[in-house]
Every structure is written in structure tokens, then in C-alpha cells.
């Protein structure tokens, strides 16, 4: 791009349907400068991130760069005037390795013939750059989401975009590795005097590399500041606005817990190396661990997802063993995926109709599914959890974050005893998730057994009774009490040497 002044949104305005979600936005990138972009669930963020990266047309306002106003046809075509884009739900080529991932649109070829060796080696060196190890021969489609989602990451930062935008990049890493990407992110935007723009809900994370700050609320600005003017508690109140005033208010209170549901003994598979863990009715137990360290893995392969090879499982007092998701939920268990386009949600179906899918046995009378009942409970549930947009269209439609409220009104439908919840409150605003802890302490005490991975030790601490640790896919089965944990103790237990 030939100019190299900042990159400017006046006027912009969108709707789907009729339905107006940006309603005149004015926004600003400047080159070298981090804008942190932040709003409740809904608020339209992704949205207008689409309208700057090309992704999708705007209905009015205009688009420029310095002072020349541009127009995008695609997102290539935003690509080809240096304008990149790092969206919520990925989109790297599962089948492709992770190295011709890295290199899509830019294969290095001689002569016609792509030059693998060389984009292996150079690729494997970029990941190293990162603290990555994983190997670039791999398909993408057998890393775990938090390593596809920071390959999909590297893969934007090391073009030759003047403009970067990224939303929500970190919501599947843990700490260290957030802290990590995001001072990586802040070097290229000083070196390389490019303007990045962030989404995230973790405000404490971006607040720390934002030189500007833009809050939207129902599609408009409501808040933003540069600089020294910056006020974390002036953007939460703007985010949570009236609708959510009890934002972090959650307070968990201990149910006592009742006899041992899940008995795990020695569980071996694909990675997972040896499990114990035991775990009560009543209680939250929460999974703490480094990326790879198998937290996933043991949730997927009790739900039949991912195969076991050997070892004991006990549920209720009756043996089980894990074979296919149906049957595991026949068993009672309900589990909420990390990765909710994969196996997730259906998204051509409603959100009525994603919540009630598991639990349809419940609603069939004489042989006949009652949909009004099933849909009124669906909606009924939906709303306690303060799910917004239009219930009734395509899931694919709604907002990341309330995509994932439906996933957990499913959940909540299902009725299961044994409830695994893999980062529950993934790309969830900061209102909603007060009201997901109070849901997951009202299963609590009900007396369902509850087991949760989560990358945000706070919220392990805040939501748990009892935490373990993974660790290169084992887990002794020693769950501490929350009271006697602080969070640099777990990081220490997660990062200490294979035994
Ligand atoms: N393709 C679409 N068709 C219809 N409605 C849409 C579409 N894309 C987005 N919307 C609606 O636009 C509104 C804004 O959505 P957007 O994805 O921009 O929110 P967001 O701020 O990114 O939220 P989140 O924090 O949950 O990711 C929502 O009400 C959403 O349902
Ligand atoms: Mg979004």
C-alpha cells in the first residue's frame, strides 16, 4: 500500500434482514498503534471487523486509507491492498499440513514445482519463533484448537499487511501463551509500523498492549480513548452497560459434596498417558494444564469422542465404558466441546432447535416429538442465560458468544449427571459469564458432577471446589482445595519436568 497514513471507518452501517446491528460507526487504525476493540456479546465487533477486512459490504460510509478511500471487493482482495484478518471461527484447511497452511496463496515454487522443503524448514523456524514446536508436517486437522488457532495467528502476522485485525485471538490459550502472542503482536506492530486492531473479552490482556480503546454497544461507539485516558473501569462499565449491572458479582458458595460419581483409573489412549481422577457429586472439579497436556483429550475420550486403549472407568458404581456419543449420553454424561463448529452445534438449524437436539427423547409422546414444549423449554433456558439475536434463523447467524450460550443450554436441557464443560465461557462477555458460573454452581447443587477445563486460572479458582493437574497427559488423581491453591502454584505444578 502506497500511503501510510491510518486506516479510517466514517459512517459505517450494516443490517441483516432489515435488522440494523452497526448503526453508524467511526473508528481508526493507526499505523503502530494496537486498538482494542471491546462490547458485549452481539455488540457488533465481528461485524464491522468483516466490513474493514473485506469480508462483507458495508450498507453505508466509507471506507480509506490516509486519504484515499478504498474500496474491498473480497477479503484477497483487501489481502492484496495489505489488509489482513484473523477471524473468530478459523479457517485454516484442515487436510492441508501446517506448513502449506502457513503458505496458502504464497507457495514457494521453482520452476513449477512447490519447493516443500524449503517452506517445511522455514515454516517449522517461524513456529520455533513463537515457542511452538509442533511439527509442520502435521495436518492441521490433528493439532488441538488452541495450536490451530495460534498457527492461524502466525500465519496473518508474518505477511505483508499494513493492517492486521484479529478477533479474539487468544480466547483458547492459556496465560503464558496469551502473554506470549500478544507481546509478539505488539513487537510487529512496532517494527513493521503496522496497525493491528484486537477483539477480546479478556480485558486485562489486551489493556496491557493497547494504545486505544473503542467500545461498541448494540452497534454504536459508546466509549474511546487513546493513550494515557485509558480507564479499564470506564470500558467495563461502558461494555456491561445497564443490562448486565451485576457483571462479576458471581459468588460461589461450597454445596456439600456427595459420594464419589466418576472414578477414573489409569486411563491410557491416543496421548493420554495414564488418568486418575475422582470426582463427586455435588462438586465442580476443575482441569488445569498446559496446551497438549491432555485436559481435552480425557473429556473427549470419556464422551467416546477420542479412542481409549486401556483402563478403568466408573460411574454411579457401575463400570463404563466409553464408545460413542450416544451412548454416552444414554449414560448420562453431557459434554461441551471447545470447538463448537466442528462438533458442536448443526448451523443450519435455530438455536431452538441446537438446544433440544440431544434431549429430543424427553419431548416424544406415542411416538411424536412435541415441538412447542421442547421449544418453549429451549427458549425458556436460552433466556436465563441472557442469549441474544434472532433465536429462530440460522445458529451460524448469532454472535460467537451467544453461539455459545446455545451450546450450553443444551447442556443444561440435557439433564445429564456427569457434565464436562471444556472452556465454558469461551468468547463470552464479561456480563454473561457471571450468569454461567451461577448456572454451573445451580447444577452443583443439584447434585450433578461437574468437570471443567478452563485456560483462565481465575476462573478455575472462582468456579472450582477442588482443581487437578494435567500434565504431558497424566493426572495422579490429586485434586487440591481451591482454599489452599494460588494460582502461581498451579503454574508451577503445570510446568513442572515429565517425571
Ligand atoms: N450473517 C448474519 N446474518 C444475520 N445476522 C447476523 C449475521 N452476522 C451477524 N449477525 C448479527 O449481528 C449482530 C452482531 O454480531 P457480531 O458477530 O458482530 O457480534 P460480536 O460483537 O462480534 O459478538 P461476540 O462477542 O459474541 O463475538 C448479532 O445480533 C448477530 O446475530
Ligand atoms: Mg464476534
Request: proline letters at 3%; charged letters at 20%; aromatic letters at 4%.
Amino acid at each position: 500500500m502506497a500511503s501510510n497514513g491510518s486506516y479510517t471507518a466514517s459512517g459505517i452501517t450494516k443490517a441483516f434482514s432489515g435488522v440494523g446491528v452497526l448503526h453508524g460507526i467511526d473508528f481508526m487504525v493507526r499505523p503502530g498503534t494496537i486498538h482494542g476493540l471491546f462490547g458485549h456479546n452481539g455488540a457488533g465487533k465481528s461485524t464491522l471487523l468483516k466490513i474493514l477486512a473485506g469480508a462483507q459490504p458495508q450498507d453505508e460510509g466509507i471506507l480509506s486509507v490516509g486519504p484515499d478511500v478504498v474500496t474491498l471487493s473480497s477479503p484477497r482482495d483487501a489481502l492484496a491492498k495489505g489488509i489482513a484478518c484473523v477471524y473468530q471461527e478459523l479457517r485454516l484447511i484442515p487436510n492441508l499440513t501446517v506448513a502449506e497452511n502457513l503458505f496458502l496463496g504464497r507457495e514457494v515454487s521453482l520452476h513449477g514445482v512447490k519447493r516443500s522443503a524449503e517452506m517445511n524448514s522455514y515454516s517449522q523456524r517461524l513456529l520455533s519463533e513463537y515457542g511452538m514446536s509442533t511439527d509442520v508436517t502435521r495436518p492441521v486437522k490433528s493439532l488441538s484448537h488452541p495450536e490451530k488457532q495460534l498457527v492461524e495467528v502466525i500465519a496473518n502476522l508474518d505477511g505483508r499487511a499494513q493492517f492486521i485485525f484479529l478477533d479474539e485471538p487468544t480466547t483458547a490459550l492459556d496465560g503464558q501463551q496469551s502473554a506470549e502472542l500478544l507481546g509478539h503482536v505488539r513487537r510487529i506492530a512496532l517494527e513493521r509500523n503496522v496497525g493491528i486492531v484486537l477483539v477480546s473479552h479478556k480485558l486485562d490482556e489486551v489493556l496491557s498492549v493497547c494504545d486505544e480503546a473503542t467500545v461498541l454497544s448494540g452497534g454504536r461507539v459508546v466509549y474511546h480513548a487513546v493513550g494515557g485516558d485509558l480507564s479499564k473501569q470506564a470500558i467495563v462499565d461502558a461494555i456491561v452497560g445497564d443490562a448486565h449491572a451485576h457483571a462479576n458479582d458471581f459468588k460461589r458458595h461450597k454445596t456439600p459434596a456427595g459420594e464419589v460419581y466418576l472414578r477414573v483409573k489409569n486411563l491410557s489412549g491416543a496421548r493420554l498417558k495414564g488418568v486418575d481422577i475422582e470426582a463427586r457429586r455435588g462438586e465442580v472439579l476443575g482441569l488445569y494444564g498446559l496446551v497438549g497436556s491432555g485436559r481435552t483429550r480425557f473429556l473427549r475420550s470419556l464422551y467416546g469422542m477420542d479412542p481409549v486403549a486401556s483402563g478403568e472407568i466408573e460411574i454411579g458404581g457401575a463400570p463404563y465404558k466409553p464408545s460413542t456419543a450416544k451412548a454416552a449420553i444414554r449414560s448420562r454424561i453431557a459434554l461441551l466441546t471447545e470447538e463448537r463448529k466442528i462438533d458442536g452445534f448443526i448451523p443450519l438449524m435455530s438455536a431452538y432447535q441446537n438446544v433440544v437436539l440431544s434431549s429430543l427423547s424427553r419431548y416424544r409422546k406415542a411416538g411424536f416429538v412435541q415441538v412447542s414444549t421442547a421449544r418453549a423449554a429451549a427458549r425458556k433456558t436460552l433466556s436465563r442465560i441472557g442469549t441474544r439475536g434472532k433465536l429462530d434463523g440460522p445458529i451460524k447467524s448469532l454472535s460467537g458468544g451467544n453461539q455459545q450460550k446455545v451450546l450450553l443450554a443444551r447442556i443444561i436441557e440435557q439433564n445429564a449427571d456427569l457434565i464436562l464443560l471444556d472452556e465454558p465461557t469461551k468468547g463470552v462477555d464479561i456480563g454473561a459469564k457471571s450468569d454461567i458460573y451461577q448456572i454451573i454452581q445451580t447444577l452443583a447443587d443439584q447434585g450433578k458432577c461437574i468437570i471443567v477445563v478452563s485456560s483462565e486460572e481465575e476462573e478455575l479458582m472462582d468456579i472450582c471446589d477442588r482443581i487437578a493437574v494435567f500434565q504431558h497427559g497424566r493426572c495422579n488423581g490429586q485434586a487440591s482445595a481451591v482454599s489452599d491453591l494460588t494460582v502461581g502454584q498451579l503454574r508451577e505444578a503445570a510446568w513442572a519436568p515429565a517425571a
